[in-house]
């Protein structure tokens, strides 16, 4: 890990900043204490990223539970009751670690990965322009269309122009400046300007920016458009923030419900973060899903116990950190030590950051996931491929992202079985000679119930007195249902006047009596031919 340092160093500054905002965003959108985002974002980087086995993958807490969060804390009475859930969901997650539940991420299609990963984009872009501009209404870290306060992605960009800060959007631009100049023109003069990452220049400027506009009546930034975290009197008061589980209410049904609820959304999240940020990977290392279960249930474990958010791989850090050069777990455990430290020491400072500073370096990273040659490519593929991943995009967009991933999903399944059925079989006319239809059909390798319908058509459509070569010399499996369609239709085809001749390996029959005999089959059971 420590031979890549020169190349993780710098990336885990970026991904402290764009972390940093969303950790708080996040706990507040969960209706939760704002320090226990940061104890998801500490634990995520320092316990999760030494855990995992993922190179580039960064851990925290993730916007997509935020809803169940918000409502379960409801639910349960209590944030030290929602704790307990926590924990136990960490505890489910590492059953399904041993389980090996981990290869369920290797089933999604590769379009509703890239769907996934273009719609995350595209909402970062749409989430933080109000913040570019200073309309901090919504909580960063927000990934839902609807806002709790009515409003939706799209109303909120129209009501920007009722709520533009000046200061906000001078220091916005000239932040977005600073990392368009940094990443295309310095960060190619010089190893300085690569170690010294663009980000970290904007924030130090927008830093210095705020201090020396504060009396400035129309540059000036007020509170409520910075960086928030909080800052604790005392060594008393810091330990204070933290909160610990009640475990009295274990033996509440509802909270067993909240756990195993946190446990699959985290874990299907987690996995589907998992195979995008390896596609993502320019050196294209492969996660063992199984051992990231593990280390995120160990992760939601100590998260728990001392107050923090549940937690999962999230792409947006995860691809911050790949687009800052990140190379080894290292740029995410010194992410989440750089969280510690900075909350402790120097949790003032930190306050002087503009939002809009943090919306800068978010548009780059969201751009970058969403870069319009992707799609042209995607729709040159074609409809197979094209389809699930606009559905995929415009669900993300339009609802959320565990909503937008399984309508892409949905989609995807139905596209594979209108495959499935038009590549059941192939079929022959050879001839019409002597009055009868020649007819030639080969089954594909495998044939599955999916392909019911297609073989069915084709059978049905069959004209009278066909001599029907039926050649399964090549299918290596035959589902039990195609066999009873097949011993149906050697019946129909006696009155029909049509000839079989089945040809396999096992020898040819001329119009067999029972298909189900000929292979020998138990009732609903399946056959392989190899």
Not at 129 to 149: K, L, N, Q, R, V
Not at 310 to 323: D, F, G, L, W
Request: glycine share 10%.
């Amino acid at each position: 890990m420590f031979k890549t340092l020169k190349n993780d160093l710098p990336a885990s500054v970026v991904v402290f900043f764009v972390a940093l905002p969303l950790c708080l965003g996040i706990a507040l959108a969960s209706g939760a204490p704002l320090f226990s985002g940061l104890i998801a974002g500490i634990i995520g980087g320092i316990v999760v990223g030494s855990l995992s086995g993922s190179k580039i993958g960064v851990s925290g807490p993730a916007a997509g539970l935020a809803a169940i969060v918000l409502t379960a804390i409801g639910t349960l009475g209590s944030y030290e009751n929602f704790l307990v859930a926590v924990v136990l969901g960490g505890i489910i997650q590492l059953l399904f670690g041993v389980l090996k539940a981990g290869v369920i991420g290797y089933y999604f299609p590769s379009s509703v990965i890239k769907g996934m990963l273009t719609g995350i984009g595209i909402i970062i872009i749409l989430k933080q322009i109000p913040h570019f501009f200073g309309y901090d209404a919504e909580p960063e870290g927000a990934d839902s269309f609807t806002w709790s306060s009515g409003e939706n992605t799209f109303s909120a960009l129209l009501g920007i122009f009722d709520n533009i800060i000046i200061g906000s959007m001078v220091i916005g631009l000239i932040s977005l400046a600073i990392l368009l100049l940094w990443s295309n023109v310095l960060a190619k003069k010089g190893k300085f300007f690569e170690i010294i990452q663009g980000p970290l220049v904007a924030v130090v400027v927008g830093i210095i920016f705020y201090v020396l506009t504060q009396s400035n009546e129309t540059l000036s930034i007020a509170e409520s458009h910075l960086v928030s975290v909080p800052v604790p009197d005392s060594f008393d008061s810091f330990i204070g923030q933290f909160s610990f589980p009640n475990f009295s209410a274990i033996t509440n049904p509802e909270v067993w419900i909240v756990a195993f609820t946190i446990a699959l959304v985290a874990s299907l999240e987690t996995l589907l973060c998992v195979e995008a940020t390896d596609k993502l990977d320019p050196d294209k290392n492969v996660t063992p899903t199984n051992r990231e279960l593990l280390a995120q249930g160990t992760g939601n474990i100590l998260s728990g116990l001392i107050g923090g958010l549940p937690i999962t791989q999230v792409i947006v850090r995860s691809s911050a950190n790949i687009q800052s050069g990140g190379k080894s777990k290292m740029s995410a455990i010194i992410h989440g030590f750089l969280l510690l430290i900075s909350v402790i020491l120097i949790p003032r400072l930190l306050n002087q950051i503009p939002l809009s500073v943090l919306a800068a370096i978010l548009l780059i990273v969201g751009y970058k996931l969403a870069k319009p040659a992707l799609f042209k490519k995607m729709y040159k593929l074609g409809w197979k491929q094209s389809v699930p991943f606009f559905v995929t995009v415009i669900g993300i967009v339009f609802t959320d992202l565990l909503v937008g991933i399984g309508l892409g999903l949905m989609v995807g399944i139905v596209v594979i079985l209108l495959k499935s059925y038009q590549n059941s079989h192939f079929l022959h006319i050879e001839d019409k000679s002597n009055g009868k239809h020649r007819i030639k059909m080969v089954l594909a390798e495998e044939v599955t119930f999916f392909n019911k319908g297609a073989i069915l058509k084709e059978l049905d459509s069959l004209p009278r007195d066909t001599y029907l070569e039926f050649d399964v010399r090549k299918t290596r499996y035959l589902d039990y249902d195609i066999i009873e369609i097949l011993d149906d239709f050697a019946f129909k085809a006696k009155e029909r006047n049509i000839d079989i001749k089945l040809i396999s390996k096992r020898g040819i029959v001329e119009n067999p009596p029972s298909f189900i005999e000929f292979f020998q089959l138990r009732p609903k059971s399946n056959i392989s031919l190899s």
